[in-house]
């Protein structure tokens, strides 16, 4: 029996067609600490339920005779693919070993929608209650809210397989279908291009940036490197405060901070970056997995003998600008753009997690819980991308992603100096004006930089019980 057909969204198309030619750009994937034993076969058939409901989990891409993409909907077995590590009975340096060769080997292989699964699942199994979950979604298919979406749902159904085997299975989430044709009438009627004027006269004039170094001719290579920064516990706390005193978000004051950063080098009174934006606008799209996730320009001004809160005001007006005007896609903007003789804005972008939304916390006894770590990235669009998870009780930790054609690791690492003590200070002096704020020179304190992985720390956390 041929398998039902599919609709795809505008935007997964572009992206399918990218992923052919940069399938690791396209993938996303993140590693999950799960503290909390694990049964694997339970764990398997709760990973095939939660596939199960939702369409963009169990969705083949091929390419038709034309050339276009043709999807379909395929089965999910009883017992989802799901690979087991147990390095319990290896030595510490020998289990770390593993870790990462695995960590690294699984983010490199890239899924094919056309053979493989949108979805692929790996745990290293470190302690009868400590594992590594590792998650590779296809980017055509699903986006970085869906992850929080897909380990919620997993614990929940994992939970009443515990409790129930028989227990019977969610319905499908058939609101992504109605999201599919809500987009293509949306393009049908035009509603897409009408804010387009606004954008065009928003960004008119704006430069790159960073003077960034062009690839080589006749080449698209997106492999990135990592530059990774921990800062103290305390230095979460002073965000939230900051951003609680400026009735504002974690992420306008980092955004803030790395926009300055970002400037400095030109002495530029404004900076351009994106940031994606969830596009979940009905309340039902909160609960489904999915491609929702676009991306908004932003033009932040930095008055330089203002304070620091100034730049976080102007960070939050400009979001909620270019918030109001977000159902225009951002390659339309683009292209429109370089018509009006607009350098391509896109170089950098500037992600912020919520852990309530990333995470499935322990909510009853025995249950399974999952706390991102990261995510591992090995080849990136966009010449820089700045991607902290919002910080908790513990040490906020980030990594600055450079594509290695475009930005070199020294220049790189120059700015994740600069940004963390220029954040470091501003938190600090929060009235002070912008320009007191800025390191005069590249900061000589290079303990902030991280040389491991937030699991490998996690591994080497504990011996194996």
């Known amino acids: 029996m041929p398998e039902p057909t599919v609709r795809l969204t505008r935007t997964q198309i572009e992206r399918w067609h990218g992923a052919r030619r940069q399938p690791l750009a396209d993938q996303i994937s993140p590693v999950y600490l799960v503290p909390t034993p694990v049964d694997p076969d339970l764990l398997a058939h709760a990973l095939a339920d939660v596939a199960r409901r939702h369409t963009p989990l169990r969705t083949r891409i091929v390419a038709g005779p034309d050339g276009r993409p043709r999807a379909t909907r395929r089965d999910v077995p009883t017992r989802y693919p799901l690979t087991v590590h147990d390095l319990r009975a290896l030595p510490a340096d020998e289990r770390e070993a593993v870790c990462r060769r695995t960590a690294g080997d699984e983010a490199a292989d890239p899924l094919d929608l056309g053979t493989g699964r949108p979805l692929r699942a790996t745990l290293l199994t470190l302690a009868e209650d400590r594992h590594l979950l590792l998650l590779s979604l296809s980017h055509v298919t699903a986006d970085g809210w869906s992850c929080g979406v897909l380990v919620r749902e997993v614990q929940a159904r994992y939970r009443a397989l515990r409790d129930d085997p028989t227990a019977p299975e969610g319905p499908a989430a058939t609101d992504w279908e109605r ?30 940036p960073l003077p960034l170094a062009p690839p080589a001719a006749g080449t698209e290579d997106l492999t990135a490197g990592t530059v990774g920064f921990e800062l103290p516990a305390a230095t979460g706390e002073k965000l939230r405060r900051c951003a609680a005193a400026r009735h504002t978000t974690v992420y306008a004051v980092t955004l803030a901070a790395f926009a300055a950063a970002l400037a400095q080098p030109t002495g530029a009174e404004e900076a351009v970056t994106t940031v994606p934006y969830a596009g979940r606008d009905e309340l039902e799209h909160e609960s489904l997995v999915g491609l929702f996730t676009t991306r908004l320009a932003l033009r932040l001004p930095l008055a330089h003998d203002a304070p620091f809160t100034a730049a976080v005001d102007a960070v939050n007006e400009a979001l909620l600008d270019a918030l109001d005007h977000s159902p225009t896609p951002f390659p339309l903007i683009e292209q429109s753009l370089a018509a009006d003789g607009v350098p391509p804005l896109g170089q950098v972008t500037v992600q ?98 991280r040389t491991d992985t937030p699991w490998e720390t996690a591994v080497r956390h504990r011996a194996p019980s």
């Open 179 to 208: 999201y599919v044709a809500q987009c293509a009438e949306d393009e049908t009627a035009g509603r897409p291009a009408r804010d387009l004027p606004w954008w065009r006269t928003h960004l008119a004039g704006a430069v790159p």
């Open 352 to 449: 912020v997690y919520p852990r309530s939304l990333c995470d499935a916390p322990a909510t009853a006894t025995d249950d399974l819980a999952c706390h991102l770590l990261g995510f591992r990235t090995l080849a990136l669009h966009r010449s820089l991308g700045l991607f902290l998870t919002e910080p908790d009780s513990g040490p906020v930790i980030g990594a600055l992603c450079h594509r290695l054609a475009t930005v070199p690791a020294e220049t790189a690492t120059d700015l994740v100096l600069r940004f963390t003590a220029l954040l470091d200070a501003a938190l600090s002096s929060p009235d002070r004006p912008l320009r007191s704020l800025l390191p005069r020179t590249t900061p000589t304190d290079r303990s902030v930089l």
